[in-house]
C-alpha cells in the first residue's frame, strides 16, 4: 500500500531518499550539461570521422546500459543497427560478468562501453579483444576506474562519467544503475559522438534544450510541489497497488516504456509490463479481461480483509511521444481499456524536438518511480 500522505510531505521524503534518488531525479538537468563538458574534453568534439559506422554494439551492466542501448537504438534507428551485448555470467557482480564480440563485428563498427561501475575485467578484455580486431571503442566510466586504464591511450577514447557536485565515487561505487542520474550520465557523452560520427542529431543547442527541458520538468515534478498538480506524484499514486500496463507509442516512447518497467521493479519493487501499440492491444488485452481487470470482483464477500493482501488491478499507462504519420492507436487503446473498466493514466510531452520530448517523459516517469519506491512500506527507501 502506498502511504500517500508522504507524498506531501517534502521533509519526511527526503528523509525516506537514504540513496538519494531524489536528488538524482532533480539534478539530470545539471548532469547534461556536466557530461556535455565531459566529452568535449574527452576531445569527442574534436573527431574527425571517416565515415559513419556500419553497426554500434553497446556492453555494460544493468538497467542504465540496458536503457542507454535501448535510447540509441529508437535515435539511430534508420541509420545503423543497434546492438547491446548481454552479459552473462555466474553472478551480478563487476568480477564475474563477461561479454562476447560477435563474429561478424570487425572495423567498420563501433563498440560503447557505459558503465557506473568501471571495474567490470569483463569489459575491459572485451576492449582488448575489441582493439585487436581494429573496432573503435569508447568508454564512459567514473574517472579511476581500471576500465579507464583499458580504454584510455592508443585503445580507444575514454569519456569521465558525470557525477553530481555532491557525491563521492565511493558513493557512486554501489551505485543504483537505475537512477535517473546514471542515465543521463552515461547517455549524455554518447549522444555527442553519435552526433559527430552522423547517426544521432544532437547538436550542442539540442543537449543545451534537454537540459532545460530536464530542469523544468524537475520543478514540476519536485517533492515540494503538491500530488494534484505534480504529474509525477499523481501517476505515482494512480499506479500504487495495481499492475501497470504500460502501452507506448512514437519511436522514443518505446525505450522509456521499457525503462519505465524496469525502474518500477528495481526501485520501487512493482511488477510492470511495457509493450508498443498498436500490438500492445492483443498482447495484453486478456490480461484485461482475466484476474487483473478492474471488473474482477473487488468486493468478494468472503475474503478476508486482513489476511488477504489487495489483488493487483490492471491499470493501463499511455506514453506517447507524437507519432509521425499522424496514424495513432489512442483512440482504440482508451476503447479496450474503457470497455474492460480499467482506468488510463496518460502522458504526452510539450512540443519540442525529438530529444526534449524524450528527456521529459524519462524525467516524469523516473519521478513517478521515485515516489512509488519512497512512499511504499517495505521499500528500501521508506523511512518507517
Not at 61 to 79: F, K, Q, Y
Not at 204 to 223: I, M, S, W, Y
Not at 257 to 271: D, M, N
Not at 301 to 317: K, T
Amino acid at each position: 500500500m502506498l502511504d500517500e500522505t508522504l507524498l506531501d510531505a517534502p521533509d519526511a521524503l527526503a528523509l525516506a531518499d537514504r540513496r538519494g534518488l531524489l536528488r538524482g531525479a532533480a539534478e539530470a538537468g545539471a548532469r547534461v550539461r556536466t557530461a556535455a563538458r565531459h566529452a568535449s574534453e574527452a576531445g569527442i568534439a574534436a573527431l574527425r570521422p571517416e565515415g559513419r559506422p556500419r553497426a554500434v554494439l553497446v556492453a555494460g551492466p544493468g538497467t542504465a546500459a540496458a536503457g542507454v542501448a535501448d535510447l540509441i537504438g529508437a535515435l539511430a534507428g534508420a541509420s545503423a543497427p543497434v546492438v547491446r551485448l548481454q552479459p552473462t555470467g555466474v553472478a551480478p557482480a563487476a568480477g564475474a560478468l563477461r561479454w562476447a564480440l560477435p563474429g561478424w563485428a570487425g572495423s567498420v563498427d563501433l563498440l560503447l562501453l557505459p558503465t557506473t561501475d568501471g571495474s567490470e575485467p569483463g569489459l575491459a578484455l572485451l576492449a582488448e579483444q575489441a582493439y585487436r580486431r581494429g573496432i573503435t571503442v569508447v568508454a564512459v566510466a567514473p574517472k579511476a576506474s581500471p576500465l579507464a586504464e583499458a580504454v584510455g591511450g592508443s585503445h580507444g577514447l575514454f569519456v569521465p562519467m558525470a557525477t553530481a557536485p555532491n557525491e563521492s565515487p565511493d558513493e557512486y561505487a554501489e551505485s543504483l544503475a537505475a537512477s535517473p542520474g546514471a542515465l543521463w550520465a552515461l547517455f549524455t557523452p554518447l549522444l555527442v559522438l553519435l552526433d559527430r560520427v552522423g547517426l544521432v542529431d544532437a547538436p550542442q543547442e539540442a543537449l543545451e534544450k534537454v537540459a532545460d527541458r530536464l530542469d523544468r520538468t524537475a520543478e514540476r515534478c519536485g517533492p515540494a510541489i503538491a500530488t494534484y498538480s505534480n504529474p509525477a506524484k499523481t501517476l505515482a499514486a494512480e499506479l500504487a497497488d495495481s499492475l501497470p500496463l504500460i502501452w507506448t507509442e512514437g519511436t522514443a516512447a518505446g525505450p522509456v516504456g521499457r525503462r519505465f518497467a524496469s525502474v518500477l521493479a528495481e526501485l520501487a519493487g512493482l511488477p510492470a509490463l511495457a509493450a508498443e501499440l498498436p500490438e500492445a492491444l492483443p498482447a495484453h488485452g486478456v490480461l484485461l479481461a482475466g484476474d487483473y481487470a478492474a471488473g474482477a470482483d473487488p468486493d468478494d464477500f468472503f475474503r478476508d480483509r486482513v489476511e488477504e493482501s489487495q489483488a493487483l488491478r490492471a491499470r493501463v499507462v499511455l506514453l506517447r511521444d507524437r507519432p509521425a504519420d499522424g496514424l495513432t492507436a489512442a483512440p482504440a487503446a482508451r476503447e479496450l481499456a474503457l470497455g474492460h473498466e480499467t482506468a488510463i493514466s496518460e502522458l504526452e510531452p510539450e512540443e519540442g524536438g525529438d530529444l526534449e520530448t524524450l528527456a521529459e517523459l524519462l524525467a516524469v516517469t523516473d519521478f513517478a518511480a521515485v515516489y512509488l519506491a519512497l512512499a511504499t512500506p517495505g521499500r528500501p527507501d521508506h523511512g518507517h
